[in-house]
């Protein structure tokens, strides 16, 4: 089974950054990976300085996001959307869309409820629930 290590999981994105500014060939998981970089122009120069990057710390105290985990967290939304996993996310990720408008958006929206779920699973010692995900999905979607 596939395991990456941190440093792995930060020189993909860091990679899929350099390929994608570079004009050179991207793997699909690359590709979709270089789309969610681009818009988000705020880690841009995290990306682009791979050993500061490996060396970076993103404690939950000092006031600014994990671009690794935030952009992590969009690759797994469209993957279990993909798969419709938990089953109905797909429906719950349409109304999403329709409710916002906007992609960027309705993604940002989702990946707040995945990631409460996933730190109230950790919080409570349990696997996460996917009737509270589909639940904030739908809330998100007002």
């Known amino acids: 089974m596939f395991n990456p290590s941190r440093d792995d999981v930060r020189r993909f994105f860091c990679d899929a950054r350099r390929k994608q500014r570079g004009g050179l060939p991207l793997t699909p998981l690359e590709a979709i990976t270089a789309d969610w970089i681009a818009r988000h122009p705020e880690y841009h120069a995290t990306l682009d300085d791979p050993e500061r990057a490996l060396q970076a710390e993103f404690p939950p105290d000092a006031g600014r996001e994990n671009p690794f985990l935030h952009l992590s967290l969009h690759l797994s939304l469209l993957e279990q959307v993909q798969i419709d996993q938990p089953p109905g996310i797909r429906d719950a990720w349409q109304a999403l869309l329709r409710a916002t408008g906007d992609e960027h958006e309705a993604a940002h ?9 996933v730190w109230e699973a950790q919080r409570d010692r349990c696997p996460p629930s996917n009737e509270r995900y589909l639940e904030r999905l739908r809330r998100a979607a007002g």
Do not use: V
């Open 109 to 117: 929206r989702a990946i707040d409820a995945l990631a409460e779920t």
